[in-house]
């Protein structure tokens, strides 16, 4: 009697739940949606072409559904990575520069700013008319 042996995966992360015919839940809504797009759709295709025209326009428009529900590379669907790569491609801008924050340089603008603040308020200090000795609040003019 031969023993038989049933693979395990190590990582039980990537296991996915199966819901009816092997197929996940994801899966099995993707693949209705096809077929409820993809048939009507050849029906509607073969009053004004051949069957076999039909047929290829019907592949044509359910496929985006299979790839919807079939693809992943490292665990991310296919609208996961469309949508980095139209982020990637469209949204952002081509040139990134890389800058940093210099706290020396942020040090230096506030000490030019305080300086400025003092050399404005000598400035008008300097303008205002004196006092007289008198004692009295008015200006001379």
Same mark, same amino acid.
């Given at each position: ?6 693979s395990?995966?190590r990582?039980?992360? #990537?296991?996915?739940?199966k ?5 996940? #839940?994801? /899966?099995l809504i993707? &693949? ?13 295709i #073969?009053q ?8 290829i326009g ?9 790839f919807?529900?079939?693809?992943e590379?490292? +665990?991310?669907?296919l609208?996961?990575?469309l949508?980095?790569?139209i ?6 801008? #081509?040139?990134?520069p ?5 706290k ?5 603008? &506030?000490?030019?700013a305080? /300086?400025?603040?003092m ?6 200090e ?8 008198? +004692?009295?609040d008015?200006f001379?003019?």
């Amino acid at each position: 009697m031969a023993a038989s042996y049933i693979s395990v995966p190590r990582d039980l992360t #990537k296991v996915k739940s199966k819901v009816m015919f092997n197929l996940t #839940k994801r /899966q099995l809504i993707c &693949f209705s949606v096809a077929a409820l797009i993809g048939v009507p759709s050849f029906f509607l295709i #073969k009053q004004i072409a051949s069957t076999s025209t039909a047929a290829i326009g019907m592949m044509v428009i359910m496929m985006p559904f299979f790839f919807l529900a079939m693809y992943e590379k490292n +665990g991310q669907h296919l609208e996961v990575i469309l949508r980095h790569l139209i982020e990637a491609t469209f949204v952002r801008p #081509k040139e990134r520069p890389y800058k940093t924050d210099n706290k020396y340089a942020a040090l230096k603008r &506030f000490e030019e700013a305080d /300086q400025e603040i003092m050399e404005i308020i000598m400035y008008s200090e300097a303008m205002r008319p004196e006092k007289k000795k008198g +004692g009295d609040d008015v200006f001379d003019f």
